[in-house]
């Protein structure tokens, strides 16, 4: 199994275990529970300017805008992947929670109108110790099978990264 397809795999996992979780919101709120799940193809990605770095450390917020016609349902964290200049995946390990920048909001369900956001902050660190040069970042959406592609010119550690679950706002830490 390729890494990217592990990308996916993983996300994909991430979204069925809070699957249960998502059941017991959407009996509780008929609304929710006919609201569709945002598809990749209904999304736009994009990288926020840097976060302010220090010790090594870089980040960014990761903004998903819905571009579709429909109002959609985001649970749970993104899925990410980086890649090399010509799209190849390279190893990556995404780890869901807090970050050097923000604590975790925790899941929630998101429901987003056309042109509504989410948010997460990523973070990794850069110290040049097993760092890899990547071109590009994978992002996929929670109970999603394909992924969005955004520039990504970043030197990363082991390939580790760490995300914030989705929210309409993630507040940094002071």
């Known amino acids: 199994m390729g890494r990217t397809s592990r990308t996916v795999a993983a996300?994909?996992?991430?979204?069925?275990?809070?699957?249960?979780?998502?059941?017991?919101?959407?009996?509780?709120?008929?609304?929710a529970a006919r609201t569709p799940t945002c598809r990749t193809a209904d999304l736009s990605g994009k990288l926020t300017e840097p976060l302010a770095g220090g010790m090594n450390h870089a980040g960014n917020r990761l903004v998903l805008t819905n571009t579709g016609g429909r109002t959609c349902a985001l649970r749970g964290y993104p899925g990410l992947g980086l890649e090399?200049?010509?799209?190849?995946?390279?190893?990556?390990?995404?780890?869901?929670?807090?970050?050097?920048?923000?604590?975790d909001p925790g899941v929630r369900t998101l429901t987003l109108a056309p042109g509504r956001q989410a948010q997460a902050v990523v973070s990794w660190t850069h110290t040049g110790n097993r760092a890899g040069a990547a071109s590009y970042l994978e992002i996929t959406p929670p109970a999603s099978t394909s992924h969005l592609t955004v520039p990504f010119r970043q030197?990363?550690?082991?390939?580790?990264?760490?995300?914030?679950?989705?929210?309409?706002?993630v507040p940094l830490r002071g």
């Open 11 to 31: 996300a994909a996992t991430g979204a069925l275990l809070l699957a249960g979780t998502t059941a017991a919101t959407a009996a509780a709120t008929p609304a």
């Open 84 to 103: 090399n200049a010509g799209h190849r995946g390279l190893p990556t390990k995404a780890q869901w929670g807090s970050t050097w920048y923000a604590a």
């Open 155 to 169: 030197q990363v550690d082991g390939g580790t990264m760490q995300v914030t679950a989705l929210s309409t706002n």
